[in-house]
């Protein structure tokens, strides 16, 4: 069975200091991909980042980055820099065949 | 104009009501989605649609009903709601091209209220 842990129900963080946001997984599958998303509290999923099984490299986007463990299965979320903006939950997907398999997320806050 | 499209974007519905919440999407993806999602228990799978003939049940399908009327259109329905349907639903759709899955693009998600 796939599966997606986020550990972290809340965290916090002071402005312009960094944070991760851990995520594991669980999958027999060689290839899957992984995914965070970004919720703000006026609710839409915002795309961040994507790594996929057979990137060498960690996956970066701006101040986003993906901490991708293969062998220990983690996929954790690196946020350089917080912005009050970042507040938001923080949710890990997994994309192993057709399905999204996601976390029960993380709940952000950027404290000034 | 959004990608993908929600309608309504909130709705109070009494118990025992059919309702129907649809999804419309302009970005050509062969994959769409209908998730949930429950404080403390993140986004869960209600059912996935690969193309217009193919229909399959996530984890949590019971008491609810989907048609995909065209590639760019599916639709959730709630053939009798009841109050613990209450959530916040989101309409997601991918792409499989290049013989990978791209990331799920969402709809704004629909807040459902069962009174």
């Known amino acids: 069975a796939q599966k997606i842990t986020q550990t972290q129900p809340g965290m916090f963080v002071q402005e312009k200091e960094a944070v991760t946001l851990d995520c594991t997984y669980d999958t027999s599958d060689p290839s899957y991909g992984l995914f965070w998303y970004k919720q703000p509290s006026s609710g839409e999923m915002i795309f961040l980042i994507y790594q996929g099984s057979y990137d060498q490299q960690n996956a970066t986007e701006g101040r986003y980055s993906l901490n991708f463990q293969k062998a220990r299965k983690s996929a954790n979320l690196v946020i350089s820099a917080s912005q009050l903006g970042d507040s938001a939950m923080y949710f890990c997907?997994?994309?192993?065949?057709?399905?999204?398999?996601f976390g029960t997320g993380t709940s952000l806050t950027v404290i000034p | 104009d959004a990608d993908v499209t929600q309608t309504p974007r909130n709705r109070i519905t009494k118990t025992g009501k059919r309702i129907m919440l649809e999804c419309s999407q302009t970005k050509g993806h062969d994959r769409m989605y209908w998730y949930r999602q429950d404080p403390g228990l993140g986004l869960r799978l209600i059912y996935y649609?690969?193309?217009?003939?193919?229909?399959n049940k996530g984890e949590i399908s019971d008491g609810y009903s989907v048609s995909r009327q065209a590639q760019a259109k599916f639709s959730l329905s709630l053939e009798s709601a009841i109050p613990n349907q209450t959530a916040l639903y989101f309409c997601?759709?991918?792409?499989?091209?290049?013989?990978?899955?791209?990331?799920?693009?969402f709809g704004q998600g629909t807040r459902l209220t069962v009174v």
């Open positions: 997601a759709t991918s792409d499989s091209g290049r013989g990978s899955v791209t990331e799920a693009f």
């Open positions: 649609s690969f193309d217009v003939k193919d229909i």
């Open positions: 997907a997994m994309t192993p065949g057709n399905q999204f398999y």
